[in-house]
DNA sequence: GTCTATAAGAGGATAGAC
DNA sequence: GTCTATCCTCTTATAGAC
């Protein structure tokens, strides 16, 4: 039942992350959207930041199933596995499930740095994802002469990418056609 | 000297949202660092709202400068002029003076979204580099697929990209090595 | 136009009863 | 663990003297 309430607290963080961003997200609002007391979040979580670092694990956690189930696919060249949870990122995305963080926020940052259960997660994905680089790199799926580092960064940076956002703003597209269209700019660039 | 007062004021502003990015950013630290007291300000601009605005403006007034340049350049051709204003763009990030607006702020969206003088340099901005992207797609140059508003988007945001400061961070690579990395994703993306 | 001082309000966090 | 009521700090913006 506690396990459930907080299960509760944390969706809705995520979801108000998803659509407003950490600054701009209130504990009033969090408190509202779950229906409980502001005071009540704080038996449940020290922090804001605290929460905004649960919201990251629950995600981090998604996409560390993600990439397993692709792991197992045997079918599938690395590059092939990269492409589809850079889909599911965009899907998420689309689906107002995925919190956007301040790139630079110090306060949110140090939580982060010093949360041990979200930077494991994060390294944890992060090597998974390394392997697949190198991996696509070696057979030549992928451009060799790029840092894997940067192929990394543009990945994650891909995930929150704004231009999902304008696109379905603007309502000229399907979420299918977006979601395309964002994958083959990401890896085929403009020129194609 | 009124002149010259102000465009101190819009130069810090511009500094600080590079930095910080607008919420972060608060007019106490504005009028630390230009040297006057707060109150002053306001006797210039009118809220934190119209001085982004400002800096937003100065900003698409050397964009524009910059896209004039370019097209009397006649060697080069329609790519050559985005991939350039792409660097610029880049460039200016690099050099902590490009600034960050929150992609969904409510109360500065609205500001800017009423605010002619912004409207309309980045309506000239986009016709543009709308010519160029179509000129670019009907050459070959650029995938003709794509929607000229996605490319437009991808351009604008990429100008952003969040990467860049990781990069940066990181300080595994040189400044020149960054841009042209970053210009290489994005035009020819991650499979090269 | 610049300053000091302060209003006004938002928002994170807590006290203390139940 | 939940509530109401409140504290406290930060930040935007303004008042009013010079």
Redesign the pocket.
């Known amino acids: 039942m506690?396990r459930s309430?907080e299960d509760a607290i944390v969706a809705s963080v995520n979801r108000l992350l998803a659509e407003k961003g950490f600054e701009a997200?209130?504990?009033?609002e969090v408190a509202a959207d779950v229906?409980?007391?502001?005071?009540?979040l704080?038996?449940?979580f020290?922090?804001?930041?605290q929460l905004a670092a649960e919201a990251m694990i629950r995600v981090l956690d998604r996409a560390l199933e993600v990439t397993e189930t692709l792991q197992r696919e045997e079918r599938l060249g690395d590059l092939d596995r990269l492409k589809a949870v850079t889909r599911w990122a965009l899907e998420t995305q689309l689906a107002g499930e995925m919190p956007s963080l301040p790139a630079q926020d110090s306060a949110l940052r140090s939580t982060l740095m010093s949360h041990n259960g979200y930077l494991d997660r994060l390294m944890r994905l992060s090597d998974r994802l390394g392997l697949w680089i190198t991996g696509a790199q070696e057979s030549g799926a992928l451009n060799a002469r790029l840092p894997a580092e940067v192929v990394l960064y543009t990945l994650f940076a891909r995930a929150c990418d704004p231009v999902l956002s304008l696109l379905k703003i603007g309502g000229n597209y399907s979420d299918a056609q977006i979601v395309d269209t964002l994958i083959s700019t990401c890896f085929d660039g403009l020129t194609g």
């Open positions: 506690l309430r997200m209130t504990m009033d229906g409980i007391a502001k005071a009540s704080y038996k449940h020290a922090s804001k930041e």
